[in-house]
Nanobody
């Protein structure tokens, strides 16, 4: 199983970016998909997660500015980031909790990370 993230880059404060992450390989079902972020010297923190039924969870720091969605048919999760702030600068990692067959256990998988830099 591989998670391929894309869409990071440099944006000015107040701008927008959209991240995408596609899961591929031997996938039977995906329970949770989402995004975490990390800056140097800090622990990885939750940005947004979405379960297969569509329920989402976002921390107050991004609520109202970020939106998470997924396309179950494409095994893809998206993160729409609006009103970006310099403190949103981080490496963003996509995440999936999935199983490769009906008999397999659910396991966590991570993407390679994509840099988001918010600066004027």
């Amino acid at each position: 199983v591989q998670l391929q993230a894309s869409g990071g880059g440099l944006v000015q404060p107040g701008g927008s970016l959209r991240l995408s992450c596609a899961a591929s390989g031997s996938i039977f079902s995906i329970n949770v998909m989402g995004w975490y972020r990390q800056t140097p010297g800090k622990q990885r923190e939750l940005v947004a997660v979405i379960v297969s039924g569509g329920s989402t969870n976002l921390p107050d720091s991004v609520k109202g500015r970020f939106t998470v969605s997924r396309d179950n048919a494409k095994n893809t999760v998206y993160l729409q980031m609006n009103s970006l702030k310099p403190e949103d600068t981080a490496v963003y990692y996509c995440y999936a909790f999935l199983r490769s067959s009906a008999q397999a256990k659910f396991l966590a998988y991570w993407g390679q990370g994509t840099q988001v830099t918010v600066s004027s």
